[in-house]
């Protein structure tokens, strides 16, 4: 799916098939509980954005900008490209870390609600000094809401503040709670949803109401899902089911039954980050374990790849040995063009499958279509996958080897008889291991985050600002080199008996992008003096 290069001689499509929207993160703070979930955040955010900010092929986030509201509203971060940038959205995170966590604030009822016009206003800006082709890509944004208040208030808050506002921009409106809870089922695969009772909808666009635990697992699991594709305005595959409603053979084989599904990964390739065990292997090398399907999927804009069922297997007659590169999950589609009834059918489809071929104690023998053969007499080598089902709505789609790959591996029968010596020797020690019932992923961590971290951080080391030691070291308020946002912030609702104070960032030429000011490059020369003097 994400590839560097392409043997294909056709257009690749992948970077405007599956590159997200646009994000803003507003962070809704209130004390006390604040002191509670900052840190499980920011360690989250870290972790999230040393995988995001690395991964090798079309970026998969474009911009994002994060917003915190206390009091007032506040640019934390405006919007910047996320792909190479871990630098700079560490410093923004290590902003976040030394923000006030004790004492209390009046915060004011409209804070919410401006910095979502704010965002608006900065996105449409930004979006509007784009060129042709790269604006296409940011025609919508995804705003999401993190806040430790109960969350229908929230909602209910901003479908009044925003009830006269142009969110037509807005692809999607979410409330994220994060619950004083702790993480209850550590092998969950994704946050739990919580569905508001009331539906709320403003000038068309739904408020997502979910919850979260607050621990860090239950964050990073809510922010990677920000890699995945989640666009409906396609399905991705196609796959085909003989029809026994033709006598004919030929005929069956023309109309088939389709069943139209979207394609999931279900983990990160390790060969897409630098640095790794696997990091040496290229996408486009046949050694690495870059699977065929993404990338077929990621090309075929114009007609869905097809994956045509050509027998079953019983479940037990297939050897792991056989499968090779990464495994995907076939869910039912959830496009928006296709009718409704059309949707509800084929996901009634979709489910009847599952439950048979479990029933069966079957497995599915697919053969991957090329999607065009062109005017080449050469007939194309095929791909052939292996479909298994489970017991939730989803199939599991491994690619199988064929008699062209297979090496001789004889595998004589073991023997029968074994030394008693040996015997006690080895269940002796096997006694000794602790037995688990299940392999769960998110217990066993590979230090890859501080990998990750430590490898992108220390070529921009003098650019960031060690914030703390900073704050210590100079017996004056701390002066936080902020990046100045695209276009000038709304201005705040100023407190009674004062006189409203014009933001820093509003004196900001709009042409001029991300470019600190003279004060700013003055203290961080300063500082690079302090923390990299030049003599003894």
């Not at 602790?434 to 961590?445: C, F, G």
């Amino acid at each position: 799916m994400y590839h560097g290069q392409t043997t294909s001689k056709g257009p690749c499509n992948s970077t405007q098939i599956y590159q997200q929207p646009p994000r803003l993160l507003i962070v809704h703070i209130a004390l006390p509980s604040w002191a509670d979930l900052c840190s499980n955040l920011c360690e989250a955010l870290q972790n999230f954005f040393s995988l995001a900010c690395c991964l090798m092929g079309p970026s998969r986030m474009s911009l994002f900008s994060l917003y915190v509201v206390q009091n007032q509203h506040e640019c934390i971060l405006p919007f910047v490209q996320v792909k190479g940038n871990f630098a700079r959205l560490q410093a923004c995170i290590s902003e976040l870390r030394i923000l006030q966590r004790e004492g209390c604030f009046r915060p004011q009822a409209t804070s919410l609600q401006l910095a979502i016009k704010d965002g608006l206003q900065q996105f449409k800006q930004y979006s509007g000094h784009m060129t042709t082709s790269a604006a296409l890509t940011y025609t919508s944004l995804e705003i999401t809401v993190l806040t430790s208040q109960p969350g229908k208030e929230v909602v209910k808050q901003l479908e009044e503040g925003l009830k006269d506002t142009d969110i037509v921009r807005v692809r999607r409106l979410q409330v994220v709670e994060i619950t004083k809870g702790v993480l209850e089922c550590m092998d969950s695969a994704s946050p739990v949803e919580e569905a508001s009772n009331d539906e709320s909808s403003i000038l068309g666009t739904d408020i997502d109401l979910q919850t979260i635990d607050n621990d860090v697992v239950s964050m990073e699991i809510f922010f990677k899902a920000w890699l995945h594709n989640n666009g409906t305005d396609q399905e991705h595959v196609h796959l085909l089911l003989p029809s026994r409603s033709f006598s004919s053979i030929s005929r069956a084989r023309d109309n088939p039954m389709c069943l139209k599904c979207d394609l999931q990964e279900r983990l990160l390739s390790p060969s897409l980050l630098p640095g790794t065990a696997d990091g040496s292997l290229r996408m486009d090398d046949p050694k690495g374990d870059f699977s065929t399907l993404y990338q077929m999927v990621s090309q075929s804009s114009a007609s869905r790849y097809k994956l045509r069922v050509i027998k079953a297997l019983k479940s037990s007659g297939v050897c792991e040995s056989l499968t090779y590169g990464l495994p995907f999950i076939l869910r039912p589609t959830s496009c928006w063009q296709l009718e409704w009834d059309e949707l509800e059918t084929n996901q009634q489809h979709f489910h009847a499958l599952c439950h048979s071929l479990l029933k069966r104690e079957w497995l599915l023998l697919a053969k991957g279509e090329p999607l065009s053969q062109g005017h080449s007499l050469r007939e194309p080598a095929s791909t052939f996958y292996v479909i298994l089902p489970s017991r939730s709505p989803s199939l599991l789609v491994k690619a199988v080897a064929t008699r062209e790959l297979m090496l001789p591996s004889p595998f004589p029968l073991l023997p029968e008889d074994m030394p008693d010596d040996s015997r006690k020797t080895v269940e002796s020690m096997l006694d000794d291991l602790e037995l688990e019932p299940t392999y769960n992923p998110l217990q066993v961590w590979s230090h890859l985050y501080s990998h990750l971290s430590s490898t992108f951080a220390k070529p921009q080391g003098r650019l960031h600002p060690r914030w703390e030691s900073r704050a210590l070291r100079k017996a004056r308020p701390l002066q936080i080199n902020r990046v100045r946002a695209t276009v000038a912030p709304l201005p705040m609702t100023p407190a009674p008996g004062r006189a409203p104070k014009m933001p820093a960032a509003s004196k900001a030429s709009s042409d001029v992008f991300f470019q600190p000011s003279m004060e700013e490059e003055e203290e961080m020369e300063e500082e690079a003096d302090e923390e990299y003097p030049s003599g003894p």
